[in-house]
């Protein structure tokens, strides 16, 4: 079955510019989280969405939002982009714990999205 | 405020050797915890993930252990192979039915088996 699908891969933009990360979760999952991983800081978490709702968020500024589909897909947005945005951006997609069980409740990342600000 | 560490941030091992990457954190309240390995430059790649009521899962040649009252994780890999090169990252998600849930992630142990 196809996994978590990040688009685009890559993206070079420019300070003050706007950007869009797609995310496609595994089909039937319904959560989709966010992270940022840069050198200095590892993995950070930005936000989770459960059924087009955000359910939880990290301590990101309010540049960061996202946004979730009926369909489960999964937009983020920065807008006024800084160099200090430039990272890879991940997504992560998992199934309801309900239904998943706790023995199978876990995270499914995709390759994430090279973001660079010049 | 939980905080992961893992140790070495760095090993270099000869082909065939066992070794152990290890794992800690502060806050012992977790669900479970997951080991994944992240090639350079691409997304993570889940190997073992550990409820909190278990003590061990294995895959293969992958053993993880949790202790939590000690709040530690171990991953085992037996006999490395040069394909086993990877950044291998410790995640733990706090948090029960009903509360936000998150992972939190260590910064990684970066493994290089040498032919």
């Known amino acids: 079955k196809a996994g978590v699908t990040q688009t685009p891969r890559y993206l070079i933009k420019t300070r003050g510019q706007q950007v869009t990360l797609s995310c496609s979760p595994i089909s039937g999952h319904r959560s989709v989280s966010w992270y940022q991983q840069t050198p200095g800081q590892g993995l950070q978490f930005l936000f989770e969405?459960?059924?087009?709702?955000?359910?939880n968020k990290g301590n990101f500024p309010g540049r960061f939002s996202g946004r979730q589909f009926s369909n489960s897909r999964s937009e983020m947005n920065v807008s006024t982009l800084e160099l200090g945005d430039s990272a890879l951006y991940l997504c992560a997609s998992s199934l309801d714990r309900v239904f998943s069980g706790d023995a199978n409740y876990g995270y499914t990342f995709g390759s994430g999205t090279r973001l660079t600000v010049v | 405020k939980q905080e992961v560490t893992q140790i070495p941030a760095a090993l270099s091992v000869p082909e065939g050797e066992n070794l152990v990457l290890n794992c800690s954190f502060t806050d012992s309240a977790i669900y479970n915890l997951q080991w994944f390995r992240q090639d350079p430059g691409k997304g993570l790649t889940s190997l073992l993930l550990i409820q909190s009521s278990q003590r061990e899962q294995t895959s293969g040649r992958l053993n993880a252990s949790l202790d939590k009252s000690s709040g530690r994780s171990t991953l085992y890999i037996a006999a490395s192979q040069p394909g086993d090169s990877a950044t291998y990252l410790c995640?733990?998600?706090?948090?029960?039915?009903?509360?936000?849930?998150?992972?939190?992630f260590g910064k990684g142990t970066k493994l290089t088996v040498n032919p």
């Open positions: 995640a733990v998600m706090k948090g029960w039915k009903g509360e936000s849930e998150k992972l939190v």
């Open positions: 969405y459960f059924s087009e709702t955000q359910r």
